[in-house]
């Protein structure tokens, strides 16, 4: 069974630095593409970007790009998403997710990492 | 980046009832989309892929259709269950884009 298992619910203070990971479990980890989205309270979704385990490619959201870096590291089949200095527009839950095969849309989702800034 | 805009923002339905969802993209995206369902409380559910692609598991009363830039998701006899927010996503160009979504509320 895939499984993308995320990291706990976060608190954190402006200016602080953050990671946070999603382990995949079920399959191959390096032969699939992992996504990261974001929501923020109340919202829609948004693409941050993705990354492809097997050789770290990324692509990026250019409206993400130098906010944040992901990350992967193939052999404990997790990916990362990191950020430097936080700010409290940065308050979310951010989820992991996969495609079923090829393609872009995503079947199996992380169950989400609560992301807290605040002063 | 193209803009997905889905109408209503809110549709209030009665159980038994049909329900009629609409995403417009900005610009066209073939049939590069797909629709999510999503609870509170949980991470999205993937519906329909390349617009009118049942996911694995989904029942045969979720419908999409469109092409283009005019999409339409159908949820036919409500069950308490799909009352939720819906969302799109086209994956045509880079990056890739979300609606802000439509919430189906228990009329």
């Known amino acids: 069974e895939v499984q993308l298992v995320q990291s706990r619910a976060e608190v954190r203070k402006p200016g602080e630095s953050l990671r946070i990971s999603c382990k995949g479990s079920g399959y191959t980890f390096s032969y699939y593409w992992i996504a990261w989205v974001r929501q923020m309270p109340g919202k829609g979704l948004e693409w941050i970007g993705i990354i492809y385990p097997g050789d770290s490619d990324t692509r990026y959201n250019p409206s993400f790009q130098g906010q944040v870096t992901m990350s992967a590291d193939k052999s404990i089949n997790t990916a990362y998403l990191r950020w430097h200095s936080l700010e409290a527009s940065d308050t979310a839950i951010y989820y992991c997710?996969?495609?079923?095969?090829?393609?872009?849309?995503?079947?199996?989702w992380g169950q989400g990492t609560l992301v807290t800034v605040s002063s | 980046d193209i803009v997905m805009t889905q109408s209503p923002a809110t549709l209030s339905v009665s159980p038994g009832e049909s329900a009629t969802l609409s995403c417009r993209a900005s610009q066209s995206i073939s049939f590069n989309l797909a629709w999510y369902q999503q609870i509170p409380g949980q991470a999205p559910r993937l519906l329909i892929y390349?617009?009118?692609t049942r996911a694995t598991g989904i029942p045969a009363r979720f419908s999409g259709s469109g092409s283009g830039t005019e999409f339409t998701l159908t949820i036919s006899g409500l069950q308490s269950e799909d009352f939720a927010v819906y969302s799109c996503?086209?994956?045509?160009?880079?990056?890739?884009?979300f609606g802000q979504g439509t919430k189906v509320e228990i009329k």
């Open positions: 996503q086209q994956y045509n160009n880079w990056p890739q884009t």
């Open positions: 390349d617009a009118s």
């Open positions: 997710a996969r495609p079923l095969d090829s393609g872009s849309h995503y079947f199996y």
